[in-house]
């Protein structure tokens, strides 16, 4: 990946100095405070969709639009992914320019910040990891993965109809209905935890000692003594550095292929423990996210739009969705005593989840390709 944007000796103009990065983290701060208040005006503590995403217990069949929750719930969504996003942002910051900033205000503030925006992110994964999977149910099987309303808990109940026309799913198809329902217990359960989990947190002495820190950066910025006249383009060159070496030791020639049976076995394998291959495009895509950041803060709203980069970005989160996905759908099936057309279909959704891992990847390397072939 070329770096004629970010290398100043290919610049004979000044580069921007601790000013921009001031400004850039004022800004971000402002904005934290500006969607903690509004996400505060909208009562974002009284249903399970309060922070962002929508309720797929909402929905009667998979297929069908989601009916979103009403009384500001959709506000307080938009509040609280603002939140994360500028909480990111300064933190991705801070760690980009260190340097450049008071050492240990910068290291104490970070955590705390990584903290709120991983505490406040769950709730919105747990809800469009469920309509993910649920929606690829659906696509499998060509029947409703939710099981008629009468009958008992658990898997007792009427049995999906079959769809006419496909006699091929039917297998899939008995389970399939039951599978939806097992998911969405076990994560709409995990997400309602998380909202508690997000509600306690806050309301928690903790948040309020991050919120006044991020108010005292919105009017006050701890640069260094030298952050006045230094250029902060080697810094962002050396998070593009780091995001370039990351992408090298990528596993490319694996994501060239259609087919990754080691993804395969160790999704179903009894270790619950994440998949070792994900391990290093997560990073990547944590990466990216820091390049993309240093980006904004060298160039400002002038930034120039780099579409390669957009793409790959997209790819890295679909990689990520996907995975995490399928992890659901093998702890699914490891509950213990299902049915095995339950088991089958869990099966065969964790497979279809891994393809998309697979393709993710692919489309990643197909944008990173471009992008290194496409500069001078």
């Known amino acids: 990946m070329a770096q004629q944007h970010l290398d100043?000796?290919?610049?004979?103009?000044?580069?921007?100095?601790?000013?921009?990065?001031?400004?850039?983290?004022?800004?971000?701060?402002?904005?934290?405070?500006?969607?903690?208040?509004?996400?505060?005006?909208?009562?974002?503590?009284?249903?399970?969709?309060?922070?962002?995403?929508?309720?797929v217990r909402a929905k009667s069949r998979v297929g069908e639009?989601?009916?979103?929750?009403?009384?500001g719930t959709d506000d307080a969504g938009d509040a609280a992914l603002a939140l994360r996003r500028s909480a990111?942002?300064?933190?991705?910051?801070?760690?980009?320019?260190?340097?450049?900033l008071d050492a240990d205000w910068s290291e104490a503030i970070r955590p705390e910040l990584a903290w709120l925006s991983g505490t406040l992110a769950r709730e919105h994964a747990y809800a469009a990891r469920l309509e993910r999977?649920?929606?690829?149910?659906?696509?499998?099987?060509?029947?409703?993965?939710?099981?008629?309303?009468?009958?008992?808990?658990?898997e007792a109940g009427t049995g999906p109809r079959s769809q006419p026309g496909v006699p091929e799913r039917g297998n899939l198809t008995v389970g399939a209905a039951k599978a939806?329902?097992?998911?969405?217990?076990?994560?709409?359960?995990?997400?309602?935890?998380?909202?508690?989990?997000?509600l306690q947190a806050l309301g928690s002495s903790r948040f309020h000692a991050?919120?006044?820190?991020?108010?005292?950066?919105?009017?006050?910025?701890?640069l260094t003594s030298a952050a006045a006249t230094a250029d902060l383009r080697p810094l962002a060159a050396a998070a593009e550095e780091r995001l370039c070496d990351a992408v090298a030791a990528l596993p490319l020639v694996t994501a060239g292929h259609p087919y990754n049976a080691e993804a395969l076995i160790h999704g179903l394998s009894p270790d619950p423990a994440p998949h070792p291959q994900d391990g290093p495009w997560h990073q990547v895509r944590l990466?990216?996210?820091?390049?993309?950041?240093?980006?904004?803060?060298?160039?400002?709203?002038?930034?120039?739009?780099?579409?390669?980069?957009?793409?790959?970005?997209?790819?890295?989160?679909?990689?990520?969705?996907?995975s995490e996905a399928a992890a659901a759908a093998a702890a699914a099936a490891r509950t213990p005593r299902i049915a095995p057309a339950t088991a089958y279909a869990l099966g065969v959704l964790h497979a279809d989840q891994r393809h998309?891992?697979?393709?993710?990847?692919?489309?990643?390397?197909q944008s990173w390709q471009k992008q290194a072939v496409g500069t001078p």
Do not use: C, W
Not at 21 to 40: I, N, P, V
Not at 141 to 148: L, N, R, W
Not at 210 to 222: F, G
């Open 88 to 100: 990111r942002r300064i933190s991705g910051t801070l760690h980009t320019f260190r340097p450049l």
């Open 287 to 322: 990466l990216l996210r820091l390049h993309r950041y240093a980006r904004e803060v060298l160039y400002g709203e002038d930034a120039p739009v780099d579409v390669r980069l957009l793409a790959a970005g997209q790819a890295l989160n679909r990689h990520r969705d996907a």
């Open 180 to 198: 939806g329902a097992l998911l969405e217990r076990q994560l709409t359960l995990a997400r309602t935890r998380a909202h508690s989990a997000a």
């Open 65 to 71: 639009e989601p009916r979103e929750g009403r009384n």
């Open 210 to 222: 991050v919120a006044d820190s991020v108010a005292v950066l919105a009017s006050e910025v701890p």
């Open 8 to 55: 100043p000796s290919t610049d004979p103009t000044a580069g921007p100095t601790g000013d921009a990065l001031a400004g850039y983290l004022r800004a971000q701060a402002t904005e934290f405070l500006r969607s903690l208040r509004q996400h505060r005006e909208t009562g974002a503590g009284g249903g399970p969709s309060a922070h962002g995403g929508p309720s």
């Open 356 to 365: 998309e891992v697979e393709a993710a990847r692919f489309a990643f390397q």
């Open 133 to 154: 999977l649920l929606l690829a149910l659906h696509r499998l099987s060509g029947s409703s993965v939710f099981p008629a309303p009468t009958g008992g808990a658990g």
